[in-house]
């Protein structure tokens, strides 16, 4: 079959990198792609967001599978833009509709969908422009440090930690005031975890769901978990910490709950379901949902799983999901990213990038890269994501930090401490 996957990041290469090895995979098209995604299909010049040009290319190059990377256009509502349109609907996508993506696209209904089916979630309260004065009256009542988040997709900067009712209070003003743009029109106060975060990911067609390996992903820029918050530094599966009672935990009373849930709500569901959870004690708590894989955690979690994934991808959209047992490779994967000097601040792009061919255990997958006449430069603040998977944790750490100082381009930077923490 012919497939076309959407988006350009580390998590499309690790998806084009195993959908490539299916035979299933007759042609691989990467909408936009990477400098590193040729290597596995043939990119695309075109915008996830654009649904038109997304159907020309479909009905001219007889499509038959859409892969949905990102968020952005499944909120938009492309898999409902396939349904509807008569010469599209009968190729399947992956990646919920409309009325399913917005667990991610609005933090005010997933909070909602969650109180209202019982999955366990700090409490919170949302308000609007109207409600200014009572919220800034809430705040004066709440726990601190208190977390303000904006409704919509605010490109992962929509979360504040404010450790003051003062600064929190001057914060709400602003966002409601448009700090984030519409995404802020609507705040959801949240109240703050003590806890230890994990990712958790299924993949569902809606009436039953496979439990993909569980990842950890490092945020913050800065060695030692400091400074910036970033779109992720690296990551590993599996994680220490989540065990076999634990995940048993997770599955009743988060996973089985948002599916039932979806189906009580009428939401037909298809696609990846990543729940971002912390570990409270030894409880799990749920603090979002998003409608789409993580990234970097795609990349250690994917190398792991030994399924056929274009197979899964058609049990999924032909609701046979039940049939599928999925197969786990025990050994553990990291992923480290190497980033541009200054991300997530301003950086550069266009360095040229040498030493890929030097790497020895681990898999670099490309993420913000472009290839000019043989060339690899750096195209993103997140550049490569470099993974190996080992029979240990520690071994997959050092074999992703060694490989990724066999990597070079001027400005380059990544942390060397992903992971090891958890040893
Ligand atoms: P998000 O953009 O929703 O992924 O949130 C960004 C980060 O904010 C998360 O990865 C957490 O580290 C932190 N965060 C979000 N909600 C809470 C919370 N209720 N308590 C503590 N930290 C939180
Ligand atoms: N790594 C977090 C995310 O993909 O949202």
Redesign the pocket.
């Known amino acids: 079959m012919n497939i076309l996957l959407l988006g350009s990041g580390g998590r499309e290469s690790a998806f084009a990198w195993k959908m490539s090895q299916s035979e299933q995979c007759s042609k691989l098209f990467i909408a936009p792609g990477n400098g590193g995604t040729a290597a596995y299909g043939k990119n695309v010049n075109l915008n996830p967001n654009d649904f038109e040009a997304i159907k020309k290319f479909a009905l001219a190059e007889d499509i038959n599978m859409v892969v949905v990377g990102p968020e952005e256009p499944l909120v938009r509502g492309i898999h409902d833009f396939f349904v509807e349109d008569e010469q599209l609907a009968h190729i399947p996508v992956i990646g919920p509709k409309k009325e399913g993506a917005i667990l991610e696209g609005s933090k005010d209904f997933s909070k909602e969908f969650m109180a209202r089916h019982g999955i366990p979630t700090?409490g919170s309260k949302s308000f609007t422009n109207e409600t200014l004065q009572e919220g800034l009256a809430y705040l004066e009542n709440h726990s601190l440090p208190v977390?303000l988040?904006a409704d919509g997709l605010a490109a992962?900067k929509?979360?504040l930690?404010c450790e003051t009712t003062a600064d929190a209070q001057s914060e709400l003003q602003l966002m409601l005031g448009g700090k984030f743009g519409t995404a802020g029109s609507l705040v959801v106060i949240?109240?703050?975890?003590t806890g230890i975060?994990l990712s958790v990911f299924v993949l569902t067609d809606g009436d039953h769901y496979v439990i993909l390996p569980e990842a950890k992903d490092y945020?913050k820029i800065g060695q030692g978990d400091s400074g910036l918050?970033t779109g992720g530094m690296g990551s590993v599966s599996p994680v220490p910490f989540a065990d076999e009672k634990f995940l048993k935990e997770v599955e009743d009373t988060i996973i089985i709950p948002t599916i039932n849930g979806l189906k009580k709500d009428n939401i037909d569901y298809t696609g990846f379901i990543f729940f971002?959870l912390?570990k409270v004690g030894d409880k799990p708590m749920i603090?979002?949902y998003n409608c789409r894989m993580g990234d970097p955690e795609t990349e250690s979690v994917i190398p792991r799983v030994e399924n056929d994934l274009v197979e899964l991808f058609v049990a999924t959209s032909q609701k046979r999901l039940k049939d599928i047992e999925l197969v786990i490779n025990p050994k553990s994967a990291a992923t480290v990213m190497i980033v541009a000097g200054g991300y997530p601040g301003d950086y550069e792009k266009g360095k040229a990038i040498t030493g890929i061919e030097n790497i020895r255990k681990s898999l670099a997958f490309h993420a913000g890269t472009t290839q000019e006449s043989g060339v690899i430069k750096s195209n993103g603040g997140r550049v490569l994501a470099v993974t190996s998977v080992q029979d240990n944790m520690f071994e997959a750490l050092q074999s992703a930090t060694a490989d990724a100082a066999r990597i070079y381009f001027d400005g380059k930077y990544f942390r060397e401490d992903i992971g090891f923490d958890l040893m």
């Open positions: 700090p977390v988040k992962g929509g979360v930690i949240e109240e703050y975890l975060e945020k918050n971002g912390f603090i979002e």
